[in-house]
């Protein structure tokens, strides 16, 4: 565990040090400042955050996490060297890059939410949840990232592997379903819905944000049958272990590839 710590450790401050790291905070900084000096509602800033979060994070994740595992390769040529197992090199460089991202999501929106915004339950709750949920996308596109950089030696490859599952799951995905769907409307469509936003780590995602901050009303049909699924206590336990299932397998996946890898 200690050794887990150390390369953590590394990987945090090689982050905090690189420029795009902190480009990451200050953007979502000036753009939750900007949301609140435009928006006279906490609310209403919250449901544009979402939105740029949901398309934003998956994105940042995975390409930085790419780039940077292939980047890390003559580190960890070095620190293989020495006795410490594939494994402890693995977690220790997702577990530092994850939080790095995170911490820098959670300052870069926190901070200027605790300024601007107000500080009713249902405010804090919303911004909680949005973390929250903010999080377990960067170690789920985190996960994928370094899974696809493990399976790719080519760079160049990797990273049209991991823009191509953000496409699919961030834009295509969501028009496949509508025209399922629209194609199918004929017939009950409830529980395919809910099959397919857990099929979709990102909509999976999106449907938790709407049901626990009860913005599922504005999405009319749709939201009610999501509300009426994830709003019970087995929908969000259902929710979070389909959340979990998303991070611990690319990881998991990812993992083994690092193992049997020729370095």
């Known amino acids: 565990m200690k050794l887990i710590l150390h390369v953590a450790w590394f990987a945090v401050r090689d982050v905090t040090r690189n420029r795009w790291g902190l480009l990451y905070t200050a953007f979502f900084a000036a753009v939750t400042i900007g ?11 919250a449901v544009s955050l979402m939105s740029i979060c949901l398309f934003l994070i998956p994105l940042v994740s995975a390409l930085f996490g790419t780039v940077y595992f292939y980047n890390s390769r003559e580190f960890v040529e070095l620190v293989l ?13 997702y577990l530092g890059l994850s939080l790095a991202l995170i911490a820098g999501f959670t300052l870069g929106v926190g901070i200027p939410a605790a300024i601007f915004g107000d500080a009713s339950v249902y405010q804090l709750t ?3 949840v949005l973390l929250g949920v903010g999080a377990f996308l960067t170690l789920i596109f985190v996960a994928i990232s370094f899974c696809l950089a493990t399976i790719f030696d080519d760079r160049g490859k990797g990273l049209a592997a991991v823009l191509g599952v953000w496409l ?28 397919a936003s857990l099929a979709n780590p990102i909509d999976l995602a999106r449907v938790t944000l709407l049901v626990k901050t009860d913005w599922a009303a ?10 009426r699924f994830f709003g019970t206590g087995l929908g969000v336990s259902i929710a979070i272990f389909s959340l979990l299932i998303w991070t611990i397998g690319p990881f998991w996946i990812g993992l083994r590839r690092f193992r049997i890898k020729d370095m």
């Open 35 to 45: 949301l609140f000096q435009l928006q006279a509602q906490s609310a209403k800033v």
């Open 218 to 227: 504005l999405m009319g049909y749709t939201g009610a049958v999501f509300n």
């Open 81 to 93: 060297t020495q006795p410490v197992s594939r494994k402890t090199v693995y977690l220790g460089l």
């Open 168 to 195: 699919l799951t961030a834009l295509v995905y969501d028009g496949l379903v509508l025209l399922a769907a629209m194609t199918f409307s004929e017939y009950p469509l409830e529980t395919p819905l809910v099959i």
């Open 126 to 128: 919303s911004l909680a």
